[in-house]
């Protein structure tokens, strides 16, 4: 069955300080990755996909992740958050046909200290 | 960037009162899709839809949920008689090329009293 795993409910980081948020997948076809983050009162806004190719993505906002195939990973990595990253972040997977569904994991919250 | 809007951003409704939540997509897209946010949850995905179909759907849309695309730009859903547990952030998405790209819209705040 496909799922979505972020472990991690609530991290808390420094200003400054480097970011790792995990998501583990389970998918029975090729899947598509996605990180989303959520601001208060605010929709989804994609913060990157991996689709194939080089497994290092770059997204917006500072933002990267990594594809492991072998760990069925997919974390999301930023080497110095800022105040303004505080916010909902969700993993999602998706089909590679048209209209399928995205399957989301059930986010971490970031609280960044100053 | 074109977005997607979302009114009303708030409802309050009664418990086995109708609603419709509305969405007006980006103009050019051609995938629409439902998904709702329990308060705490993950993102659950309700319905697709495509050239005026329903194209995939979750055990979550059922009889009560219906969608529409009554002109070239609305999309609405509809819940004929909702309930308690219908409570949820309701969000509504497009995409031009299937999910190569969701464009989501800000949300509906549904409230089942």
């Known amino acids: 069955a496909q799922s979505v795993t972020q472990p991690d409910i609530h991290i808390t980081v420094s200003e400054g300080a480097s970011l790792e948020l995990r998501c583990n997948y389970s998918?029975?076809?090729?899947?598509?990755l996605f990180w989303y983050v959520q601001s208060p009162g605010q929709g989804l806004q994609l913060l990157l996909k991996?689709?194939?190719?080089?497994?290092l993505v770059q997204g917006i906002k500072g933002f990267e992740a990594e594809f492991k195939r072998s760990q069925s990973s997919f974390n999301l990595r930023k080497p110095s958050v800022h105040w303004s990253d505080a916010a909902e972040y969700f993993c999602?997977?998706?089909?590679?046909?048209?209209?399928?569904?995205?399957?989301f994991g059930t986010g971490t919250s970031l609280t960044v200290i100053p | 960037e074109p977005e997607v809007t979302q009114t009303p951003s708030h409802q309050v409704t009664q418990m086995g009162q109708e609603v419709i939540l509305r969405c007006v997509p980006i103009?050019?897209?051609?995938?629409f899709y439902w998904y709702r946010q329990i308060l705490g949850q993950k993102v659950e995905f309700l319905v697709s839809?495509?050239?005026?179909?329903?194209?995939?759907k979750s055990e979550i849309f059922d009889d009560q949920f219906s969608v529409e695309r009554p002109d070239g730009s609305n999309f609405t859903l509809k819940i004929r008689s909702t309930k308690l547990e219908d409570s949820a952030m309701y969000f509504c998405?497009?995409?031009?090329?299937?999910?190569?790209?969701?464009?989501f819209g800000s949300g509906t705040q549904l409230s089942v009293l």
């Open positions: 998918y029975g076809a090729t899947p598509y």
């Open positions: 839809f495509y050239n005026n179909e329903i194209s995939e």
């Open positions: 999602a997977v998706g089909a590679l046909l048209t209209g399928n569904q995205f399957y």
């Open positions: 103009s050019n897209h051609l995938y």
């Open positions: 991996y689709f194939s190719g080089d497994t």
């Open positions: 998405a497009s995409s031009d090329l299937g999910n190569e790209k969701l464009f």
